[in-house]
């Protein structure tokens, strides 16, 4: 079984940053791609960023790309998400995932297991 546990959510105005990490306990966290989530209110969860297991090779929405960093620590399982430049439309909470294969997709359906997620709140 593997334990998700995002931090670093929180109120922000637009134009600011937030960083939000995910650290991860029980299986080998090295093995599998990582990604990141949200879920607006009324709205289906969508891909924002994931990462590969090994090369570090990234994938973005198109919506953050530019914006939001992925980037993960095998050492220390953690992966984390630097969003700059947010936006009211940011607004979310933000869900960490570990894939089920060793290289990122946008499919929610490849993601086995997530974290509780954390809130962010980008005000206008």
């Known amino acids: 079984q593997v334990q998700l546990v995002e931090s670093g959510g929180g109120l922000v105005q637009a134009g600011g940053s937030l960083s939000l990490s995910c650290a991860a306990s029980?299986?080998?966290?090295?093995?599998?791609?990582m990604g990141w989530f949200r879920q607006a209110r009324g709205k289906e969860r969508e891909f924002v960023a994931g990462?590969?297991?090994?090369?570090?090779?990234?994938d973005y929405a198109d919506s953050v790309k530019g914006r939001f960093t992925i980037s993960r620590d095998n050492l220390k399982n953690t992966v984390s998400l630097q969003m700059n430049s947010l936006k009211p439309e940011d607004t979310a909470v933000y869900y960490c995932?570990?894939?089920?294969?060793?290289?990122?997709?946008?499919?929610?359906?490849?993601?086995?297991?997530w974290g509780q997620g954390t809130q962010v709140t980008v005000s206008s």
């Open positions: 029980g299986r080998s966290f090295g093995n599998s791609a």
């Open positions: 990462i590969d297991w090994k090369s570090g090779r990234t």
């Open positions: 995932a570990q894939s089920r294969y060793l290289y990122s997709t946008t499919f929610i359906g490849d993601y086995v297991y």
